[in-house]
């Protein structure tokens, strides 16, 4: 069995089913059957108004974000499939903060299911720093689907790193 990367911590049983897609060369096209389209969210204007769009829906009383950009700095292989930070700024005798999210570029070309569920994601951590019990309800609040979105985000990232092509 080959290290696969983004599916560390489950089970054997899954791990081995997903073995099997790689090994019949069929795991692009169960991806590809599951989730066909791309999504059309490939600006960061367009990205902002997405994420704008979510948080007005289910979190209208968080703080404000401030950017949202995609960032072709943020590295998938150290496990980050977007960021969300505040940043600090001294203005005058006040401190005020901002909230930024950053999205890795890989997902301009992703299914909208998948970039759906890194913004949703990020805009959890508005009102939930940690991963913790309370985040991922809120995750499944504003996705129903958010922990299989997870699973096959990370599918699709193992095809990824797999193959050439997308």
């Not at 791309?38 to 769009?53: F, G, I």
């Not at 997902?107 to 009102?127: C, G, N, T």
Request: charged share 20%; glycine share 2%.
């Amino acid at each position: 069995m080959t290290t696969l990367t983004y599916l560390q911590g489950y089970p054997a049983s899954l791990l081995a089913q997903v073995e099997a897609l790689i090994a019949a060369n069929r795991l692009g096209a169960v991806l590809k059957q599951r989730y066909p389209d791309r999504h059309v969210v490939t600006s960061d204007k367009a990205l902002w108004q997405y994420t704008l769009q979510l948080k007005n829906q289910f979190l209208r009383s968080a703080p404000p974000v401030n950017k949202v950009a995609f960032d072709s700095k943020i590295h998938v292989m150290k496990h980050a499939l977007g960021l969300h930070t505040a940043v600090s700024r001294v203005q005058g005798s006040k401190l005020k903060a901002k909230a930024e999210i950053r999205i890795a570029t890989v997902f301009r070309d992703a299914p909208e299911a998948f970039l759906r569920m890194i913004v949703v994601h990020e805009l959890a951590h508005l009102k939930e720093k940690d991963h913790n019990k309370a985040f991922y309800q809120l995750c499944c609040h504003m996705e129903p689907q958010y922990h299989q979105l997870e699973f096959d985000t990370r599918l699709w990232l193992t095809h990824l790193a797999r193959s050439a092509t997308p």
